[in-house]
Nanobody, 117 residues
Framework: VQVVESGGDSVQPGGSLRLSCAAS????????MSWYRQAPGKEREFVAT????????VYADSVKGRFSISRDNAKNTVLLQMSSLKSDDTAVYYC???????????WGQGTQVTVSA
C-alpha cells in the first residue's frame, strides 16, 4: 500500500498551489479520500474529503471557498487545489484513505506547504 503526496511548496500570501495524492495497493474506488494538515505546535486537523460512490464533498470551514478537492478514480489520485492562500494555511498536508466498509485507514507521509511573504 502506498499513499504519496506531492506538490508542496513555498508561496506568498494570496498565491495558489495544487497538491496531489497518488494511491496504490488497495481498491481506490472503495475508499473515501481526505486531506488533513498539521501546523507546527498544533494538532492535525481535517481539511476536506471526497467520498466514494456519489463523490460527496465536505470542507472545513477554514478552507471553504478557497480549496477544492477532486478525485480521479481512473488514475487513483486525489487533488487539492488551494487558492487565496494565507499564512494560517502553512502546515504539513497529509492524504488519508479510509475504506467505506472496512474503515481501514492509510496515511501518506505529508507534503510541506509554507505561505509567507
Amino acid at each position: 500500500v502506498q499513499v504519496v503526496e506531492s506538490g508542496g511548496d513555498s508561496v506568498q500570501p494570496g498565491g495558489s498551489l495544487r497538491l496531489s495524492c497518488a494511491a496504490s495497493g488497495f481498491p481506490f474506488i472503495d475508499y473515501h479520500m481526505s486531506w488533513y494538515r498539521q501546523a507546527p505546535g498544533k494538532e492535525r486537523e481535517f481539511v476536506a474529503t471526497v467520498r466514494t460512490a456519489g463523490g460527496s464533498i465536505v470542507y472545513a470551514d477554514s478552507v471553504k471557498g478557497r480549496f477544492s478537492i477532486s478525485r480521479d478514480n481512473a488514475k487513483n489520485t486525489v487533488l487539492l487545489q488551494m487558492s487565496s492562500l494565507k499564512s494560517d494555511d502553512t502546515a504539513v498536508y497529509y492524504c488519508k484513505a479510509e475504506g467505506q466498509f472496512t474503515h481501514r485507514e492509510y496515511w501518506g507521509q505529508g507534503t510541506q506547504v509554507t505561505v509567507s511573504a
